[in-house]
């Protein structure tokens, strides 16, 4: 009977890390294309950040568009910015 519950604890601890890594992965790729909210195109992803923010080159510079702004709406990996906030973070 012990044996059982230690299983039985290991496994939800183990389903609970899966759970937690899946919902903080960033939906960001290399080579997909950035849109902003208002649906305009941004550019395509040339990096992907070790913390999952996307880096896309647009007016000829690299700009890191943090993970906490990027989601997947529709498929398309869409950031919660502004095409004149992403130039901002240049």
Do not use: H
Not at 9 to 18: M, R
Not at 30 to 35: L, Q
């Amino acid at each position: 009977m012990r044996k059982t519950t230690w299983f039985v604890a290991l496994t939800c601890a183990l389903a609970s890390l899966t759970a937690a890594a899946q919902s903080t992965a960033t939906p960001a790729e290399k080579g997909k294309t950035v849109v902003s909210s208002n649906g305009a195109r941004l550019g395509i992803v040339y990096r992907v950040s070790p913390d999952g923010s996307a880096q896309i080159i647009i007016d000829g510079k690299l700009v890191t568009i943090p993970v906490s702004t990027l989601s997947s709406v529709d498929g398309k990996l869409t950031t919660s910015l502004s095409k004149s906030e992403v130039l901002a973070l240049r």
